[in-house]
């Protein structure tokens, strides 16, 4: 009996992983390059590696709102330029959508308006390769939610090694 616990527990635990795996490469694949602009900062954290603290522009200008329309924002209208750089709309109607714009969930965590993660690890020793960042590239699905797959320059081209798949 315990030996078919564990059998099942294991088997529970592998269908958990794949499932996630299996979300993942759907959103890589499905979802619509997004481009958010960023304002990088560059620390070293001994415990975690070499990383990128993000800060994105979006949350600057929406944190920069009265108090009346920050209470019931959840999902930001975004403008797709020619680059795919998201801009935000700021009289956007979610339920409808321009054919170039998008929805963007966005949340807030204390004080502070979070769009994506708010780090970016890289390999030891690429740090300078990274400086040059300026865009967050991210996958969009239809819902708003967002997969922070790399970083771009300021031309726009993807910055260290590309991963097509988890």
């Known amino acids: 009996m315990k030996r078919l616990a564990l059998l099942l527990t294991g088997l529970a635990i592998l269908v958990g992983i794949n499932a996630t795996v299996w979300r993942f490469e759907h ?46 924002l959840e999902t930001l209208v975004v403008r797709l330029d020619e680059h795919q750089v998201a801009h935000w709309v ?14 963007l969930q966005v949340h807030r965590q204390g ?19 990274f400086e040059a960042a300026r865009y967050g590239e991210f996958r969009l699905q239809g819902d708003g939610s967002t997969l922070l797959v790399g970083l771009r320059d300021a031309a726009f081209k993807p910055i260290g090694p590309s991963r097509a798949r988890w």
């Open 27 to 72: 959103a890589m694949a499905s979802g619509d390059v997004v481009l958010l602009p960023l304002a990088p900062v560059d620390p070293r954290s001994l415990m975690q590696g070499d990383y990128m603290r993000l800060n994105y522009a979006l949350a600057r200008e929406i944190a920069g709102l009265g108090q009346d329309k920050l209470a019931a």
């Open 90 to 103: 700021a009289d956007g109607k979610p339920d409808s959508l321009a054919a170039d714009e998008r929805l």
């Open 111 to 129: 004080n502070q308006w979070r769009i994506g993660p708010d780090a970016y690890f890289f390999e030891e020793g690429t740090g300078e390769l």
